[in-house]
Protein backbone atom coordinates (compact mmCIF):
# COMPACT_ATOMS: atom_id res chain seq x y z
CA UNK A 1 0.00 0.00 0.00
CA UNK A 2 1.16 3.46 -0.97
CA UNK A 3 2.28 5.74 2.29
CA UNK A 4 0.78 8.90 2.19
CA UNK A 5 2.93 12.11 2.36
CA UNK A 6 2.62 14.35 5.11
CA UNK A 7 -0.09 17.28 5.80
CA UNK A 8 0.98 20.64 7.23
CA UNK A 9 -1.95 22.15 9.41
CA UNK A 10 -1.17 25.93 10.52
CA UNK A 11 -2.81 26.85 13.73
CA UNK A 12 -3.62 29.92 13.96
CA UNK A 13 -6.91 31.15 16.27
CA UNK A 14 -7.75 27.60 16.36
CA UNK A 15 -5.48 26.25 19.19
CA UNK A 16 -7.96 22.98 19.58
CA UNK A 17 -8.00 19.48 18.95
CA UNK A 18 -12.00 19.15 18.93
CA UNK A 19 -13.72 20.61 16.45
CA UNK A 20 -11.31 21.41 14.33
CA UNK A 21 -11.99 21.04 10.36
CA UNK A 22 -8.85 21.52 9.37
CA UNK A 23 -6.81 19.24 11.71
CA UNK A 24 -9.37 16.39 10.80
CA UNK A 25 -9.14 16.95 6.93
CA UNK A 26 -5.19 16.53 7.44
CA UNK A 27 -5.96 13.37 9.40
CA UNK A 28 -8.13 11.77 6.23
CA UNK A 29 -5.87 12.02 4.24
CA UNK A 30 -3.73 9.66 6.23
CA UNK A 31 -0.45 10.43 6.33
CA UNK A 32 1.69 12.10 9.15
CA UNK A 33 0.53 15.22 10.03
CA UNK A 34 2.89 18.58 10.89
CA UNK A 35 1.15 21.38 13.26
CA UNK A 36 2.71 24.22 13.15
CA UNK A 37 2.80 27.86 14.60
CA UNK A 38 4.10 31.07 13.06
CA UNK A 39 4.86 34.12 14.76
CA UNK A 40 4.41 36.08 12.08
CA UNK A 41 6.75 38.78 10.95
CA UNK A 42 6.58 41.64 8.66
CA UNK A 43 2.59 41.04 7.29
CA UNK A 44 2.03 44.55 6.73
CA UNK A 45 -0.63 46.62 8.74
CA UNK A 46 -1.44 43.54 11.10
CA UNK A 47 -1.91 44.35 14.56
CA UNK A 48 0.50 43.44 17.04
CA UNK A 49 -1.48 41.72 19.75
CA UNK A 50 -1.49 43.42 23.50
CA UNK A 51 0.42 42.42 26.45
CA UNK A 52 -2.60 41.11 27.76
CA UNK A 53 -3.39 38.60 25.09
CA UNK A 54 0.23 37.94 24.74
CA UNK A 55 0.41 36.67 28.34
CA UNK A 56 -2.52 33.85 27.23
CA UNK A 57 -1.50 33.13 23.87
CA UNK A 58 1.96 32.06 25.67
CA UNK A 59 0.07 30.22 27.81
CA UNK A 60 -2.39 28.85 25.24
CA UNK A 61 0.07 27.47 22.81
CA UNK A 62 1.95 25.58 25.80
CA UNK A 63 -1.01 24.13 26.76
CA UNK A 64 -1.86 22.96 22.66
CA UNK A 65 1.79 21.96 22.69
CA UNK A 66 1.24 19.05 25.51
CA UNK A 67 -2.00 18.05 24.33
CA UNK A 68 -0.34 17.18 20.76
CA UNK A 69 2.48 15.73 22.55
CA UNK A 70 0.12 13.54 24.31
CA UNK A 71 -1.06 12.10 21.40
CA UNK A 72 1.92 11.43 19.61
CA UNK A 73 2.05 14.82 17.79
CA UNK A 74 4.54 18.11 17.77
CA UNK A 75 3.75 21.63 17.57
CA UNK A 76 6.53 22.94 15.18
CA UNK A 77 7.05 27.22 16.35
CA UNK A 78 9.06 29.23 13.89
CA UNK A 79 8.98 32.67 13.27
CA UNK A 80 9.07 34.51 10.23
CA UNK A 81 6.77 35.60 6.73
CA UNK A 82 3.95 32.92 6.68
CA UNK A 83 4.30 32.54 3.34
CA UNK A 84 7.97 31.55 3.11
CA UNK A 85 8.04 29.74 6.40
CA UNK A 86 4.87 27.24 5.21
CA UNK A 87 6.34 26.42 1.41
CA UNK A 88 10.23 25.77 3.60
CA UNK A 89 8.38 23.06 6.00
CA UNK A 90 6.51 22.27 2.83
CA UNK A 91 10.07 21.29 1.29
CA UNK A 92 11.97 20.33 4.54
CA UNK A 93 8.73 17.53 5.33
CA UNK A 94 7.94 16.96 1.63
CA UNK A 95 4.04 17.65 3.14
CA UNK A 96 1.39 17.33 -0.43
CA UNK A 97 -1.22 19.45 1.60
CA UNK A 98 -1.52 22.26 3.92
CA UNK A 99 -4.87 23.09 5.92
CA UNK A 100 -5.95 26.28 7.87
CA UNK A 101 -8.76 27.72 9.94
CA UNK A 102 -9.63 31.36 8.41
CA UNK A 103 -9.18 34.86 10.52
CA UNK A 104 -11.55 37.79 9.07
CA UNK A 105 -9.37 40.64 9.19
CA UNK A 106 -7.27 42.60 6.97
CA UNK A 107 -4.75 41.95 6.20
CA UNK A 108 -4.69 38.15 7.39
CA UNK A 109 -7.41 37.60 4.48
CA UNK A 110 -5.16 38.65 1.81
CA UNK A 111 -2.47 36.54 3.23
CA UNK A 112 -4.04 33.74 3.11
CA UNK A 113 -5.36 34.40 0.00
CA UNK A 114 -2.12 35.04 -1.61
CA UNK A 115 -0.60 32.08 0.28
CA UNK A 116 -3.44 29.67 -1.11
CA UNK A 117 -2.26 30.60 -4.74
CA UNK A 118 1.13 30.26 -4.52
CA UNK A 119 1.14 26.53 -2.82
CA UNK A 120 -1.90 25.63 -5.17
CA UNK A 121 0.59 26.99 -8.00
CA UNK A 122 3.06 24.60 -6.80
CA UNK A 123 0.89 21.88 -7.20
CA UNK A 124 -0.26 21.28 -3.24
CA UNK A 125 -3.64 20.88 -2.02
CA UNK A 126 -4.43 24.05 0.14
CA UNK A 127 -7.19 24.34 1.74
CA UNK A 128 -9.18 26.51 4.87
CA UNK A 129 -12.09 25.98 6.93
CA UNK A 130 -14.43 28.27 8.97
CA UNK A 131 -13.80 27.00 12.76
CA UNK A 132 -14.31 30.19 14.26
CA UNK A 133 -17.88 31.55 13.48
CA UNK A 134 -21.44 29.55 13.25
CA UNK A 135 -21.63 30.99 9.49
CA UNK A 136 -19.38 32.80 7.35
CA UNK A 137 -19.72 36.56 7.27
CA UNK A 138 -20.78 36.64 3.68
CA UNK A 139 -23.08 33.40 3.91
CA UNK A 140 -26.03 35.61 5.34
CA UNK A 141 -27.62 38.10 3.10
CA UNK A 142 -30.76 40.63 3.48
CA UNK A 143 -33.50 40.27 1.71
CA UNK A 144 -31.57 42.33 -1.04
CA UNK A 145 -28.92 40.52 -0.96
CA UNK A 146 -26.49 43.15 1.39
CA UNK A 147 -25.03 42.20 4.50
CA UNK A 148 -26.79 43.04 8.10
CA UNK A 149 -26.27 46.38 9.46
CA UNK A 150 -28.75 46.46 12.25
CA UNK A 151 -28.53 42.89 15.21
CA UNK A 152 -32.96 41.97 15.87
CA UNK A 153 -33.05 40.64 12.54
CA UNK A 154 -29.64 39.62 11.75
CA UNK A 155 -29.93 37.14 14.62
CA UNK A 156 -33.84 36.39 13.58
CA UNK A 157 -31.97 35.22 10.17
CA UNK A 158 -28.96 33.37 12.00
CA UNK A 159 -31.68 31.10 14.25
CA UNK A 160 -33.51 30.48 10.93
CA UNK A 161 -30.53 29.48 8.61
CA UNK A 162 -27.78 28.05 10.71
CA UNK A 163 -27.92 24.35 11.47
CA UNK A 164 -24.55 23.04 13.25
CA UNK A 165 -22.55 20.41 11.25
CA UNK A 166 -21.60 17.11 12.97
CA UNK A 167 -19.41 17.48 15.86
CA UNK A 168 -15.47 16.74 15.01
CA UNK A 169 -13.93 14.25 17.36
CA UNK A 170 -10.48 15.29 19.27
CA UNK A 171 -7.84 12.77 17.43
CA UNK A 172 -7.04 10.79 20.03
CA UNK A 173 -3.77 9.37 18.10
CA UNK A 174 -1.22 11.60 15.50
CA UNK A 175 0.92 10.33 13.29
CA UNK A 176 3.84 12.39 13.10
CA UNK A 177 6.92 13.21 12.25
CA UNK A 178 9.57 15.31 14.04
CA UNK A 179 10.59 18.75 12.53
CA UNK A 180 12.86 21.28 14.28
CA UNK A 181 10.97 24.01 16.31
CA UNK A 182 12.00 27.53 18.40
CA UNK A 183 11.37 27.56 21.75
CA UNK A 184 8.17 28.71 23.17
CA UNK A 185 10.30 30.65 26.11
CA UNK A 186 12.81 32.59 23.62
CA UNK A 187 9.40 34.29 22.00
CA UNK A 188 9.35 36.59 25.23
CA UNK A 189 5.90 36.95 25.31
CA UNK A 190 5.46 36.01 29.38
CA UNK A 191 5.89 39.16 31.29
CA UNK A 192 9.10 40.05 32.89
CA UNK A 193 11.15 43.23 34.36
CA UNK A 194 8.26 43.96 36.05
CA UNK A 195 5.51 40.69 35.92
CA UNK A 196 2.54 41.78 36.09
CA UNK A 197 0.45 38.76 35.42
CA UNK A 198 -0.33 37.09 39.19
CA UNK A 199 -3.90 38.61 38.67
CA UNK A 200 -4.37 36.95 35.63
CA UNK A 201 -3.17 33.53 36.60
CA UNK A 202 -5.13 33.57 39.36
CA UNK A 203 -8.32 33.82 37.31
CA UNK A 204 -7.53 31.64 33.63
CA UNK A 205 -6.72 28.77 32.80
CA UNK A 206 -5.63 29.13 29.31
CA UNK A 207 -6.05 26.47 26.70
CA UNK A 208 -8.79 23.45 25.53
CA UNK A 209 -9.21 21.70 28.96
CA UNK A 210 -9.76 25.18 30.95
CA UNK A 211 -12.01 26.69 27.79
CA UNK A 212 -14.31 23.33 28.49
CA UNK A 213 -14.14 23.33 31.88
CA UNK A 214 -15.48 27.07 32.09
CA UNK A 215 -18.22 26.10 29.82
CA UNK A 216 -19.10 22.98 31.98
CA UNK A 217 -19.52 25.48 34.57
CA UNK A 218 -21.39 27.79 33.31
CA UNK A 219 -23.81 24.91 31.92
CA UNK A 220 -24.02 23.38 35.57
CA UNK A 221 -26.35 26.44 36.57
CA UNK A 222 -25.50 29.53 35.45
CA UNK A 223 -27.32 29.19 32.74
CA UNK A 224 -30.74 29.16 33.61
CA UNK A 225 -30.22 32.29 35.22
CA UNK A 226 -28.34 33.97 32.19
CA UNK A 227 -31.03 36.30 31.38
CA UNK A 228 -31.33 38.04 34.63
CA UNK A 229 -27.86 37.75 36.25
CA UNK A 230 -25.87 38.95 32.89
CA UNK A 231 -25.58 42.44 34.21
CA UNK A 232 -24.85 41.59 37.62
CA UNK A 233 -20.95 42.46 38.00
CA UNK A 234 -20.92 41.49 41.56
CA UNK A 235 -22.05 37.63 40.75
CA UNK A 236 -18.95 35.67 39.40
CA UNK A 237 -20.59 33.21 37.79
CA UNK A 238 -23.01 35.36 36.01
CA UNK A 239 -21.30 35.16 32.79
CA UNK A 240 -19.70 32.50 30.75
CA UNK A 241 -16.28 34.42 30.75
CA UNK A 242 -15.46 32.33 27.36
CA UNK A 243 -14.41 35.04 25.75
CA UNK A 244 -10.94 34.72 25.88
CA UNK A 245 -11.18 31.00 25.31
CA UNK A 246 -13.24 31.87 22.48
CA UNK A 247 -10.73 34.97 21.03
CA UNK A 248 -7.87 31.86 20.77
CA UNK A 249 -9.90 29.22 19.43
CA UNK A 250 -9.63 26.39 22.44
CA UNK A 251 -13.52 26.54 22.20
CA UNK A 252 -15.46 27.25 19.19
CA UNK A 253 -18.92 28.70 19.13
CA UNK A 254 -20.75 25.58 17.21
CA UNK A 255 -19.33 23.67 19.77
CA UNK A 256 -21.54 26.15 22.07
CA UNK A 257 -23.86 26.18 19.97
CA UNK A 258 -24.60 22.38 20.15
CA UNK A 259 -24.41 21.99 24.03
CA UNK A 260 -26.94 24.62 24.63
CA UNK A 261 -29.24 23.73 22.24
CA UNK A 262 -29.00 19.72 23.47
CA UNK A 263 -29.30 20.74 26.72
CA UNK A 264 -32.12 22.77 25.87
CA UNK A 265 -33.87 20.09 24.01
CA UNK A 266 -33.39 17.68 26.64
CA UNK A 267 -35.17 20.19 29.10
CA UNK A 268 -32.04 20.73 31.34
CA UNK A 269 -31.65 24.36 30.50
CA UNK A 270 -34.70 27.17 30.47
CA UNK A 271 -34.77 28.27 27.05
CA UNK A 272 -35.22 31.61 27.34
CA UNK A 273 -32.29 32.25 29.51
CA UNK A 274 -30.60 30.02 27.45
CA UNK A 275 -31.16 31.57 24.41
CA UNK A 276 -30.08 34.64 25.49
CA UNK A 277 -26.98 33.41 26.04
CA UNK A 278 -27.00 32.14 22.27
CA UNK A 279 -27.74 35.61 21.35
CA UNK A 280 -24.48 37.08 22.99
CA UNK A 281 -22.41 34.93 20.98
CA UNK A 282 -24.74 36.05 17.98
CA UNK A 283 -23.47 39.39 18.80
CA UNK A 284 -20.11 37.82 18.43
CA UNK A 285 -20.56 36.62 14.67
CA UNK A 286 -21.90 39.92 14.37
CA UNK A 287 -19.05 42.05 15.01
CA UNK A 288 -17.47 39.53 12.62
CA UNK A 289 -19.66 40.71 9.72
CA UNK A 290 -19.03 44.22 10.72
CA UNK A 291 -15.06 43.42 10.60
CA UNK A 292 -15.01 41.63 7.39
CA UNK A 293 -17.07 44.36 5.28
CA UNK A 294 -15.24 47.38 7.36
CA UNK A 295 -11.63 46.27 7.50
CA UNK A 296 -10.56 49.46 9.54
CA UNK A 297 -13.40 48.73 12.13
CA UNK A 298 -10.66 49.49 14.92
CA UNK A 299 -9.64 53.24 13.49
CA UNK A 300 -12.62 54.77 11.27
CA UNK A 301 -16.06 55.46 12.53
CA UNK A 302 -18.31 53.37 10.76
CA UNK A 303 -20.98 56.22 10.87
CA UNK A 304 -18.81 59.23 9.42
CA UNK A 305 -20.99 61.51 10.59
CA UNK A 306 -18.71 61.17 14.09
CA UNK A 307 -15.70 62.29 11.84
CA UNK A 308 -16.63 65.63 12.84
CA UNK A 309 -17.16 65.07 16.21
CA UNK A 310 -15.20 67.40 18.45
CA UNK A 311 -13.05 64.65 20.63
CA UNK A 312 -10.69 66.42 23.63
CA UNK A 313 -7.13 65.51 24.18
CA UNK A 314 -6.48 65.29 27.58
CA UNK A 315 -3.72 63.19 28.68
CA UNK A 316 -4.51 63.70 32.56
CA UNK A 317 -7.92 62.26 31.67
CA UNK A 318 -7.26 59.59 29.80
CA UNK A 319 -4.43 58.48 32.78
CA UNK A 320 -6.93 58.67 35.27
CA UNK A 321 -9.45 56.55 33.23
CA UNK A 322 -7.21 53.95 32.48
CA UNK A 323 -5.51 53.85 36.67
CA UNK A 324 -8.80 53.41 37.49
CA UNK A 325 -8.95 57.15 39.49
CA UNK A 326 -11.88 58.88 38.00
CA UNK A 327 -13.40 59.42 41.24
CA UNK A 328 -16.29 57.51 39.95
CA UNK A 329 -16.69 53.96 41.84
CA UNK A 330 -18.07 52.05 39.15
CA UNK A 331 -16.33 53.35 36.64
CA UNK A 332 -12.58 52.91 38.71
CA UNK A 333 -13.82 49.58 40.04
CA UNK A 334 -14.14 48.06 35.88
CA UNK A 335 -10.82 49.64 34.87
CA UNK A 336 -9.25 48.24 38.25
CA UNK A 337 -10.76 44.48 37.31
CA UNK A 338 -9.46 45.39 33.62
CA UNK A 339 -5.90 45.98 34.64
CA UNK A 340 -5.43 43.22 37.35
CA UNK A 341 -7.39 40.37 35.85
CA UNK A 342 -7.29 40.74 32.22
CA UNK A 343 -10.43 40.95 32.10
CA UNK A 344 -14.15 43.11 32.51
CA UNK A 345 -17.57 42.58 32.98
CA UNK A 346 -19.56 43.66 29.81
CA UNK A 347 -22.01 45.35 31.68
CA UNK A 348 -19.10 47.74 33.36
CA UNK A 349 -16.74 47.73 29.82
CA UNK A 350 -20.12 49.87 28.44
CA UNK A 351 -20.40 52.01 31.89
CA UNK A 352 -16.48 52.33 31.50
CA UNK A 353 -16.40 53.16 27.36
CA UNK A 354 -19.64 55.58 27.77
CA UNK A 355 -17.57 57.76 30.39
CA UNK A 356 -14.37 57.99 28.63
CA UNK A 357 -16.14 59.07 24.75
CA UNK A 358 -19.12 60.61 26.55
CA UNK A 359 -17.94 62.56 30.62
CA UNK A 360 -14.18 62.88 29.11
CA UNK A 361 -15.21 63.45 25.67
CA UNK A 362 -12.30 61.53 24.30
CA UNK A 363 -12.05 60.08 21.29
CA UNK A 364 -13.52 56.11 21.31
CA UNK A 365 -10.11 54.94 18.92
CA UNK A 366 -8.13 55.71 22.39
CA UNK A 367 -10.46 53.87 24.63
CA UNK A 368 -10.20 50.66 22.09
CA UNK A 369 -6.69 51.27 22.26
CA UNK A 370 -6.26 50.52 25.87
CA UNK A 371 -8.93 47.32 26.09
CA UNK A 372 -6.60 46.02 22.91
CA UNK A 373 -3.51 46.05 25.19
CA UNK A 374 -4.99 45.06 28.43
CA UNK A 375 -7.43 42.55 27.63
CA UNK A 376 -7.05 38.46 27.98
CA UNK A 377 -9.91 38.34 25.36
CA UNK A 378 -9.32 41.74 22.74
CA UNK A 379 -10.25 40.95 19.50
CA UNK A 380 -10.16 42.69 16.53
CA UNK A 381 -13.94 42.39 16.07
CA UNK A 382 -15.94 42.58 19.51
CA UNK A 383 -13.41 45.15 20.71
CA UNK A 384 -13.88 47.58 17.77
CA UNK A 385 -17.49 46.76 17.00
CA UNK A 386 -18.14 47.36 20.66
CA UNK A 387 -16.53 50.47 21.24
CA UNK A 388 -18.17 51.86 17.95
CA UNK A 389 -21.65 50.75 19.76
CA UNK A 390 -20.97 52.42 22.89
CA UNK A 391 -19.82 55.63 21.21
CA UNK A 392 -22.58 55.89 19.09
CA UNK A 393 -20.31 55.68 15.85
CA UNK A 394 -21.24 52.03 15.05
CA UNK A 395 -23.73 49.77 13.46
CA UNK A 396 -27.04 49.88 15.28
CA UNK A 397 -25.14 51.40 18.08
CA UNK A 398 -27.00 53.33 20.74
CA UNK A 399 -27.46 56.34 20.26
CA UNK A 400 -25.20 59.19 21.37
CA UNK A 401 -27.31 61.54 23.63
CA UNK A 402 -28.17 58.00 26.03
CA UNK A 403 -25.52 58.89 28.45
CA UNK A 404 -24.70 56.30 30.86
CA UNK A 405 -24.51 57.65 34.40
CA UNK A 406 -22.19 56.01 36.20
CA UNK A 407 -24.07 56.56 39.51
CA UNK A 408 -27.32 55.48 39.08
CA UNK A 409 -25.84 52.54 37.14
CA UNK A 410 -23.73 51.37 39.40
CA UNK A 411 -26.49 51.48 42.16
CA UNK A 412 -28.91 48.79 39.95
CA UNK A 413 -26.17 47.23 38.75
CA UNK A 414 -24.04 46.61 41.93
CA UNK A 415 -26.76 45.36 43.42
CA UNK A 416 -24.81 44.32 46.74
CA UNK A 417 -22.06 46.50 46.30
CA UNK A 418 -20.13 43.75 46.47
CA UNK A 419 -18.23 44.80 43.26
CA UNK A 420 -17.19 48.50 44.08
CA UNK A 421 -15.84 46.87 47.48
CA UNK A 422 -13.81 44.60 45.72
CA UNK A 423 -11.80 46.72 43.21
CA UNK A 424 -11.67 49.82 45.41
CA UNK A 425 -11.30 48.60 48.88
CA UNK A 426 -10.93 52.22 50.49
CA UNK A 427 -14.06 52.63 49.74
CA UNK A 428 -15.33 49.59 51.41
CA UNK A 429 -16.47 50.60 54.85
CA UNK A 430 -18.72 53.56 53.04
CA UNK A 431 -22.91 52.50 53.26
CA UNK A 432 -24.58 51.51 50.14
CA UNK A 433 -26.47 55.00 49.89
CA UNK A 434 -22.71 56.64 49.38
CA UNK A 435 -21.06 53.55 47.35
CA UNK A 436 -21.39 55.29 43.96
CA UNK A 437 -21.17 58.67 45.04
CA UNK A 438 -18.61 58.78 47.79
CA UNK A 439 -18.44 63.09 47.08
CA UNK A 440 -22.44 63.25 48.26
CA UNK A 441 -21.80 61.70 51.49
CA UNK A 442 -21.51 64.02 54.13
CA UNK A 443 -18.07 65.10 56.02
CA UNK A 444 -18.57 62.83 59.35
CA UNK A 445 -20.01 59.33 56.89
CA UNK A 446 -16.81 59.70 55.22
CA UNK A 447 -14.65 60.60 58.18
CA UNK A 448 -16.64 57.18 59.55
CA UNK A 449 -15.69 55.19 56.61
CA UNK A 450 -11.89 56.07 56.89
CA UNK A 451 -11.96 58.17 53.29
CA UNK A 452 -10.00 61.31 52.98
CA UNK A 453 -11.74 62.54 48.80
CA UNK A 454 -8.88 63.46 47.02
CA UNK A 455 -6.58 61.48 49.49
CA UNK A 456 -7.70 57.76 49.65
CA UNK A 457 -9.73 57.97 46.81
CA UNK A 458 -9.86 60.98 43.93
CA UNK A 459 -12.35 63.71 43.57
CA UNK A 460 -14.68 63.34 40.42
CA UNK A 461 -12.22 64.29 37.66
CA UNK A 462 -15.20 65.71 35.92
CA UNK A 463 -19.04 66.44 37.28
CA UNK A 464 -21.62 64.36 35.66
CA UNK A 465 -24.22 66.84 34.99
CA UNK A 466 -21.86 69.42 33.58
CA UNK A 467 -19.90 66.56 31.60
CA UNK A 468 -23.44 65.32 29.95
CA UNK A 469 -24.53 68.63 29.19
CA UNK A 470 -20.82 69.32 27.15
CA UNK A 471 -21.01 66.09 25.53
CA UNK A 472 -24.43 66.29 23.74
CA UNK A 473 -23.40 69.90 23.08
CA UNK A 474 -20.62 68.62 20.95
CA UNK A 475 -22.84 66.25 19.34
CA UNK A 476 -25.36 68.49 18.60
CA UNK A 477 -22.94 70.77 16.95
CA UNK A 478 -21.70 67.94 14.95
CA UNK A 479 -24.89 67.38 13.59
CA UNK A 480 -26.06 71.29 12.91
CA UNK A 481 -23.04 71.91 10.78
CA UNK A 482 -24.01 68.51 9.11
CA UNK A 483 -27.14 70.63 8.31
CA UNK A 484 -29.12 67.48 9.64
CA UNK A 485 -31.08 69.30 12.33
P1 LIG B 1 -21.02 36.00 28.11
O1 LIG B 1 -22.04 36.95 28.57
O2 LIG B 1 -20.94 34.70 28.78
O3 LIG B 1 -21.25 35.82 26.54
C1 LIG B 1 -20.81 34.66 25.82
C2 LIG B 1 -19.93 35.08 24.66
O4 LIG B 1 -20.65 35.88 23.74
C3 LIG B 1 -18.73 35.90 25.06
O5 LIG B 1 -17.68 35.10 25.51
C4 LIG B 1 -18.40 36.62 23.77
O6 LIG B 1 -17.66 35.81 22.90
C5 LIG B 1 -19.77 36.83 23.15
N1 LIG B 1 -20.27 38.18 23.47
C6 LIG B 1 -20.97 38.56 24.56
N2 LIG B 1 -21.31 39.86 24.48
C7 LIG B 1 -20.81 40.31 23.31
C8 LIG B 1 -20.82 41.57 22.65
N3 LIG B 1 -21.46 42.63 23.17
N4 LIG B 1 -20.18 41.69 21.47
C9 LIG B 1 -19.57 40.62 20.91
N5 LIG B 1 -19.52 39.41 21.49
C10 LIG B 1 -20.13 39.25 22.66
N6 LIG B 1 -15.78 40.93 23.74
C11 LIG B 1 -14.72 40.24 23.30
O7 LIG B 1 -14.80 39.02 23.17
N7 LIG B 1 -13.54 40.87 23.03
C12 LIG B 1 -13.39 42.22 23.16
O8 LIG B 1 -12.31 42.75 22.86
C13 LIG B 1 -14.49 42.97 23.65
N8 LIG B 1 -14.38 44.31 23.86
C14 LIG B 1 -15.47 45.02 24.32
C15 LIG B 1 -15.36 46.40 24.50
C16 LIG B 1 -16.44 47.14 24.97
C17 LIG B 1 -16.32 48.63 25.14
C18 LIG B 1 -17.66 46.49 25.28
C19 LIG B 1 -18.83 47.26 25.78
C20 LIG B 1 -17.77 45.11 25.09
C21 LIG B 1 -16.69 44.36 24.61
N9 LIG B 1 -16.79 42.97 24.40
C22 LIG B 1 -15.71 42.27 23.92
C23 LIG B 1 -18.08 42.27 24.53
C24 LIG B 1 -18.38 41.66 25.91
O9 LIG B 1 -18.17 42.61 26.91
C25 LIG B 1 -17.55 40.41 26.22
O10 LIG B 1 -17.63 39.50 25.14
C26 LIG B 1 -18.05 39.71 27.47
O11 LIG B 1 -18.01 40.58 28.57
C27 LIG B 1 -17.19 38.50 27.75
O12 LIG B 1 -17.58 37.88 28.93
P2 LIG B 1 -18.27 36.45 28.92
O13 LIG B 1 -17.46 35.51 28.11
O14 LIG B 1 -18.54 36.09 30.32
O15 LIG B 1 -19.62 36.77 28.15
Given amino acids: MPVSPPAIVWFREDLRLADNPAIAAAIELGGPVVCVYVREAGLEGARPLGGASLWWLDKSLRAFSDSLEAIGGQLVLR ?4 GEVLPALVKETGAQAVFWNRRYGEPERSQDAAIKASLRGAGLRAESFNARLLMEPW ?3 TGAGGWYRVFTPFWRALQAAYAPAPALPAPSRLKSIKAESEALSGWGWHPTGPDWSAGLADMWTPGEAGARARLEEFLDGPINQYAENRNRPDEARSTSRLSPHLRFGEIGPAQIWRAVKDGIDAGRYDERNAMVFLSE ?15 DLARANYNPSFDQMPWRKDKNALTAWARGQTGYPMV ?3 MRELWHTGWMHNRVRMIAASFLCKHL ?10 FWDTLVDADPAANAASWQWTAGSGADAAPYFRVFNPISQGSKFDVTGGYVRRWCPELSRLPDKFLHAPFEAPGNVLADAGIELGKTYPKPIVDHSAARERALDAYKQTRQEQGAE
Fill in 139 to 141: ELK
Fill in 79 to 82: TGKA
Fill in 281 to 295: IAWREFSNVLLHFNP
Fill in 361 to 370: LLPWQAGEEW
Fill in 332 to 334: DAG
